[in-house]
T-cell receptor, first 115, second 109 residues
Framework: ETGVTQTPRHLVMGMTNKKSLKCEQH?????MYWYKQSAKKPLELMFV???????ENNSVPSRFSPECPNSSHLFLHLHTLQPEDSALYLC??????????????FGEGSRLTVL | RKEVEQDPGPFNVPEGATVAFNCTYS??????FFWYRQDCRKEPKLLMS???SGNEDGRFTAQLNRASQYISLLIRDSKLSDSATYLC??????????FGAGTILRVKS
């Protein structure tokens, strides 16, 4: 069992749909993250939560809406997405912010295709 | 200039070869540095930290050159299983991990 699990692994949606990505971590970490990974581009940090509180929002469009009900669960609610939002969405967790150890634990990702 | 820049490759090398990747970073005040590995269709995983004095982990050696603002990763005696994308990660500004786009390594028999 991986420490960070994401569902669904694959998602295809139309531009008018509403869907959600789910992430759960079993590592007892207090920080959770959403990253976007597009082909040949660096991982883009989207949101950071620390002890359930959002501490960072990297100018992400409002069509992406995160939710963190507790330190173990993180959601990314999607609505009226654009085709350019198609990408691999990675959830990660770390103890504190991982800034000293550099160790983020990633889930396997949710591959999103927007038609 | 990109915050963290890597040669995308791919680096195609035979088994047993030695290969090295560099990564440059823009902020001279960056505090800590790391290499991650991402296998095809898998998630990134921490490979090793990069210490100021350089450090080694088996066949892997990481080095930091603060004056020229780059870090390097050297892989000796390459194995087929080393084929992956290697991501350079820099703690810029003290509060944010910034990822490079990665360097693709393909080791061939």
């Amino acid at each position: 069992e991986t420490g960070v699990t994401q569902t669904p692994r694959h998602l295809v949606m139309g531009m008018t749909n509403k869907k959600s990505l789910k992430c759960e971590q079993h590592l007892g970490h207090n920080a959770m993250y959403w990253y976007k990974q597009s082909a040949k581009k660096p991982l883009e940090l989207m949101f950071v939560y620390n002890f359930k509180e959002q501490t960072e929002n990297n100018s992400v469009p409002s069509r992406f809406s995160p939710e963190c009900p507790n330190s173990s669960h993180l959601f990314l609610h999607l609505h009226t997405l654009q085709p350019e939002d198609s990408a691999l969405y990675l959830c990660a967790s770390s103890q504190d912010r991982g800034l000293v150890t550099g160790e983020l634990f990633f889930g396997e990702g949710s591959r999103l295709t927007v038609l | 200039r990109k915050e963290v820049e890597q040669d995308p490759g791919p680096f195609n090398v035979p088994e047993g070869a030695t290969v090295a990747f560099n990564c440059t970073y823009s902020n001279s005040a960056s505090q800590s540095f790391f290499w991650y590995r991402q296998d095809c269709r898998k998630e990134p995983k921490l490979l090793m930290s990069v210490y100021s004095s350089g450090n080694e982990d088996g066949r892997f050696t990481a080095q930091l050159n603060r004056a020229s603002q780059y870090i390097s990763l050297l892989i000796r005696d390459s194995k087929l299983s080393d084929s992956a994308t290697y991501l350079c990660v820099v703690n810029q500004y003290g509060n944010k991990l910034v990822f490079g786009a990665g360097t693709i390594l393909r080791v061939k028999s």
